[in-house]
């Protein structure tokens, strides 16, 4: 992996594992203080059913690191400015190496990758089953 996805993972894991206690407490507090009903949930789990990573620190830790990646995948759309010039004589026949670019999909890195990266992060960010960021109207992420 492109060392620079590897920094954003790393960073992205440090805080959540920064703002994790506080979120762990948040939920199990709230487990404890609903009631059971009979089919098995609390009122508090049916309202969270993601459970702990519907928390609102956890969401926008996500969305910070979901464009930061989105960033970064669009930086390596972009033509390299040290290519040669296939029109310079002084590079007729040279094979041309063609460039790769990386890319990785922001929810690979932050929730899939974490399976064997960081189990204990994988568990509560496995519930995320949707991608808590919006596009507007010029199709960028928000």
């Known amino acids: 992996m492109d060392k620079r996805y590897k920094d954003i993972q790393d960073h992205y894991r440090d805080e959540l594992h920064a703002i994790m206690p506080a979120v762990m407490d948040w939920w199990f507090d709230g487990v404890e ?4 009903e009979a089919e098995g949930m609390t009122a508090f789990e049916r ?14 830790v996500f969305r910070r690191y979901f464009i930061e ?10 033509p390299s400015q040290g290519r040669a010039d296939p029109y310079d004589e002084q590079n007729w026949g040279t094979i041309p190496v063609p460039e790769t670019r990386a890319f990785v999909r922001p929810i690979d890195l932050l929730v899939h990758d ?3 990266v960081d189990p204990d ?10 991608v808590p960021v919006g596009i507007d109207p010029a199709g960028e992420f928000v």
């Open 47 to 60: 309202r969270w059913p993601a459970g702990p990573a519907a928390h609102p620190r956890v969401i926008d």
């Open 121 to 130: 992060l994988f568990e509560i960010l496995a519930a995320l089953v949707f």
């Open 69 to 78: 990646t989105d960033t970064l995948n669009l930086e390596n759309e972009r």
């Open 114 to 116: 974490l399976e064997s």
């Open 33 to 36: 203080a609903s009631t059971r």
